[in-house]
C-alpha cells in the first residue's frame, strides 16, 4: 500500500539562539550563552488536521512555527513537507515552497498596511510570486475574500484597513494567506488580540478551512481554544513536548504533571466547575539554563509534594531526562511518574 | 464608616467624552450598582463597551475633554457632591484602581521600591524609612521577595510586574480595589497566580474588588457577581451562576456561547455584527440588530431593567409580559 506523504513532519528539531553578553560580560570574557528555545521537538500534521501547540510564553512554541516556516535555521533535526526534506533548502529554492504554507500572525492590527486597499493586501502575495494576469489575480483575491468569508468581495475590496472591525481585519489577513492556495497555515496566536464574540467566528472560520483538506498548526497558549477547535495538542515545556495526544484524551485524561497543572488554571465556563488550581510557582523557567534530569521537575508539583520520592522515582526525575513514551493509543508523554 | 450599608453605591453614571466639531460620545449611560465589603464583582463586555470610562469615573480620574454626571457614594459621601478638594484624600486611600495596562506604565528609570513610595509619601501614609519598609511588606504580600524592592522595572518579568502594580494601589491600604483587566497579557499559569492573589487580598484584607474584563471564564472562577455591560449600560447583573445557567439577557447567553469550554460542551457561536457607535443615540435596545431573540418592541423602545431573580435583574423585553403580551 503506498500511503501519501504527510503534509508536514518534524523530527527531532532542535533550534538554540545566541543570548547577547552585554558588554561586560563580553569583556570579562564570560562564555558565550545559549536559548536552547527548540530542544527535540516532533510531530506531524497531516492534511485536514489541525494540530495546537499549547504553552506558556517563552516555552518555544513560536520558534517551533518559525523554524517550521524556514524562518529561523535550526541546529539540528529535520522538516519535511510532502515528504520532501527543506530543512536546508536555500532561499531561492524554498520560494515555491513559501507558497504552500503560510504564516498568519497573531495581532491584525500590524500584519495589514494602513495605506493599503484590502485589494492591494489580498493581491501582493500574487505580486510577489509573479502569478496570474491582472485579471486573475483579480479574481483570485475575490475567491480568497470569500473563503476567508467576506462575501460578498465587492463590499470590501475598495477599504482601508480602519474601516474593518478587527474581526475583518483577521479575515483579510486570512485571505491574504489563502489567495496563493496554501496547503499548510501556521497559525501564531490568531485570535489572542481580538474581541470575545469575534474569536468564535475566525476560530470556526479555521475549522472550515481545514474541514476543506488544509493542515493547520495552531499555536496558542488557550487550551480551552485548542480542547474546542484541535484535532489533536501538543503541550510544550522548555523546548519541548511533554504530551500529545488526540485533543479530548489530552484534556479529559493528562498524563503529564504539567499539563494536569494547565488544566486547573484554565478558567472554565461554568461558575460550577470551579477547581483549585494547582499553581506552579515562579515563572516558566529560563531556557538558558534548562534544568538537569526532567526539565519540569524543580517545578512538578509530584516532586514537591514527595509523591515521586514515595514511589522511589525523585532520583530519575532529578537525574535523567524523560522521552516521551506512548501510554495510550496516538497519546504520549514523557514523565518518568506516567 | 457608616457600618453596614454598601461601601460603594454606583447611581445613574454617565459619562460622555466631547470629541472633534462639536460632536459627544456617550460613553457609560446610567449604570447602577452597589459593592459590598469583602465582595468581588466583575464587569464584563466586549471592547469599547464603556468598562474602562465607567470605573475611570468611579475614580475621578476621567480626561479633561470627559463630563460626567450621578453620583458615586464612597462610605455614604457622595464624591461628585463633595467635589475634588474633598475627593482627593480619599482616592488611593479608601479606593484605588489598577490601571489597564499597569505593568507596562512603570517608570522605566526608578527603582519598583521608589514607585510603590510616591503614593505613600503623597498621601501622607509614611515616609523616608518606614515607606520602605512598608513597600516590602506590600511587596512580600503579591508574593515578590522584599529583597528584591529595589530592582528596576525591566529586570521584573510580567507577571512580576503586575503583581507589582496591584503592591502599588494597595500603598495607601484601600478598602476597595478597582482591577482594570488585570491578567489580559499575562500566560494562564500567572493569570492563576494574580487571580489568587486578588481573591486572597479579599479574604484576608477584606478589601472589595471589581475586577473588569472581557473574559467570562475568569468572571466565572472568580467573582460572585456580575455586570455584563453592553454600549454604556449595564444589560444584565446577578450571581455569577445565575448568568451562566439561567441567563435572562441574550447578550449574556450569547457572549457564554462565544467562549469555549475547556471540556468542549456545545457549540462555540459568535456574535454577529458589531457593537453600535457610541457617538450617535442609539433607538430603543442596543443589542436589537445583533439579537437571536429581538421582536417587535425592540428596535424602538428603550428597554428598562426589570428584576428577574433575587438580586438577578437584566434590561430586555423578553422579561418583561407586557411587552410579550402586546405584540
Ligand atoms: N479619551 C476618550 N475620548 C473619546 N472617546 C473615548 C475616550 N476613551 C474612551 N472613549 C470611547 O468610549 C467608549 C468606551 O470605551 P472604554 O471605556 O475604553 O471601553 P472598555 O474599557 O469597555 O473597552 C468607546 O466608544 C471608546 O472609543
Ligand atoms: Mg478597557
Redesign the interface.
Known amino acids: 500500500m503506498i500511503t501519501a506523504p504527510l503534509l508536514l513532519e518534524v523530527q527531532d528539531l532542535v533550534t538554540r539562539y545566541p543570548v547577547p553578553r552585554g558588554i561586560v560580560g563580553a569583556l570579562a570574557r564570560r562564555p558565550k550563552e545559549v536559548a536552547h528555545a527548540v530542544e527535540g521537538v516532533s510531530f506531524t500534521v497531516g492534511a485536514g488536521e489541525m494540530l495546537a501547540l499549547v504553552g506558556?510564553?517563552g516555552c518555544g512554541k513560536t520558534t517551533t512555527a518559525q523554524t517550521v516556516m524556514r524562518l529561523v535555521d535550526p541546529v539540528s533535526g529535520t522538516v519535511r513537507f510532502r515528504g520532501e526534506d527543506i530543512t536546508h533548502l536555500r532561499h531561492r529554492e524554498l520560494r515555491p515552497l513559501r507558497r504552500r504554507m503560510q504564516l498568519i500572525y497573531q495581532d491584525p492590527y500590524d500584519s495589514l498596511d494602513p495605506r493599503f486597499r484590502v485589494r492591494q493586501t489580498v493581491e501582493e502575495p500574487l505580486l510577489v510570486h509573479h502569478l496570474g494576469s491582472s485579471h486573475e489575480r483579480s479574481e483570485r483575491v475575490t475567491r480568497a475574500l470569500e473563503r476567508a468569508g467576506l462575501a460578498p468581495a465587492d463590499l470590501f475590496l475598495d477599504r482601508f484597513p480602519h474601516e474593518l472591525?478587527g474581526?475583518q481585519r483577521q479575515r483579510v489577513a486570512i485571505a491574504t494567506a489563502l489567495v496563493l492556495e496554501p496547503e499548510l497555515l501556521v497559525a501564531d496566536e490568531p485570535v489572542s488580540m481580538l474581541?470575545?464574540?469575534?474569536?468564535?467566528?475566525i476560530?470556526?472560520l479555521l475549522d472550515s478551512l481545514r474541514r476543506s483538506g488544509l493542515g493547520i498548526l495552531m499555536i496558542t497558549?488557550?487550551?480551552?481554544?485548542a480542547?474546542?477547535?484541535a484535532d489533536r495538542i501538543a503541550v510544550m515545556y522548555l523546548g519541548r513536548i511533554v504530551e500529545e495526544g488526540p485533543?479530548?484524551a489530552v484534556?479529559?485524561d493528562p498524563r503529564h504533571p504539567y499539563t494536569r497543572?494547565?488544566?486547573t488554571?484554565?478558567?472554565?465556563?461554568?461558575?460550577?466547575d470551579?477547581t483549585t488550581?494547582e499553581?506552579?510557582k515562579g515563572?516558566?523557567p529560563n531556557p538558558v539554563h534548562v534544568p538537569t534530569g526532567c526539565r519540569f521537575h524543580p517545578r512538578c508539583p509530584e516532586v514537591a509534594s514527595g509523591r515521586a520520592r514515595e514511589r522511589g522515582m525523585e532520583e530519575r526525575c532529578r537525574g535523567e531526562d524523560p522521552m516521551l513514551r506512548e501510554l495510550a493509543a496516538g497519546h504520549e508523554a514523557a514523565c518518568h511518574l506516567a | 464608616m457608616n457600618g453596614s450599608g454598601p461601601l460603594l453605591e454606583v447611581q445613574g453614571l454617565h459619562v460622555w467624552f466631547d470629541l472633534a466639531g462639536g460632536r459627544e460620545l456617550h460613553a457609560v449611560q446610567g449604570i447602577d450598582f452597589d459593592l459590598g465589603p469583602g465582595e468581588r464583582m466583575g464587569l464584563v463586555g466586549e471592547s469599547g463597551c464603556g468598562k474602562t470610562t465607567a470605573i475611570l469615573a468611579i475614580m475621578g480620574l476621567l480626561p479633561p475633554s470627559a463630563s460626567a454626571a450621578g453620583h458615586v457614594l464612597l462610605n455614604g459621601m457622595d464624591m461628585y457632591e463633595a467635589g475634588e478638594d474633598s475627593v482627593r484624600p480619599h482616592r488611593w486611600r479608601d479606593i484605588a484602581m489598577v490601571f489597564q495596562g499597569a505593568m507596562n506604565a512603570f517608570n522605566p528609570v526608578r527603582r519598583i521600591v521608589d514607585q510603590i513610595v510616591e503614593p505613600m509619601e503623597l498621601h501622607e501614609i509614611a515616609e523616608g524609612r518606614a515607606a520602605r519598609v512598608r513597600a516590602g511588606d506590600l511587596l512580600e504580600l503579591v508574593g515578590i521577595s522584599a529583597r528584591q524592592a529595589s530592582r528596576y522595572p525591566h529586570e521584573f518579568s510580567g507577571g512580576m510586574r503586575q503583581r507589582a502594580a496591584i503592591a502599588m494601589a494597595l500603598a495607601c491600604g484601600p478598602k476597595v480595589l478597582l482591577a482594570d483587566e488585570p491578567t489580559t497579557a499575562l500566560d494562564v499559569m500567572i493569570q492563576a497566580q494574580v487571580l489568587e492573589l486578588l481573591t486572597g487580598l479579599t479574604r484576608e484584607l477584606g478589601l472589595s474588588l471589581i475586577l473588569v474584563t472581557h473574559d467570562l471564564p475568569i468572571v466565572a472562577q472568580t467573582c460572585d457577581r456580575a455586570a455584563v455591560m453592553y454600549a454604556g449600560k449595564i444589560v444584565e447583573s446577578g450571581p455569577t451562576e445565575d448568568l451562566f445557567h439561567t441567563p435572562r439577557h441574550p447578550y449574556t447567553r450569547l457572549l457564554f456561547s462565544a467562549t469555549p469550554d475547556l471540556y468542549g460542551r456545545g457549540e462555540v457561536i459568535s456574535i454577529p455584527g458589531t457593537p453600535p457607535r457610541l457617538d450617535r443615540e442609539v433607538l430603543g435596545c442596543a443589542f436589537a440588530p445583533r439579537c437571536d431573540m429581538a421582536f417587535e418592541p425592540c428596535p424602538s423602545v428603550v428597554p428598562r431593567t426589570l428584576p428577574v431573580a433575587p438580586g438577578h435583574g437584566a434590561r430586555c423585553h423578553l422579561n418583561d409580559p407586557a411587552m410579550r403580551s402586546a405584540s
Open positions: 506558556e510564553s472591525s474581526g474581541d470575545v464574540s469575534v474569536r468564535a467566528e476560530l470556526t497558549h488557550d487550551l480551552s481554544t480542547a474546542r477547535f485533543a479530548q484534556v479529559q497543572a494547565l488544566i488554571v484554565v478558567p472554565k465556563r461554568d461558575p460550577r470551579r488550581p499553581i506552579l515563572e516558566a
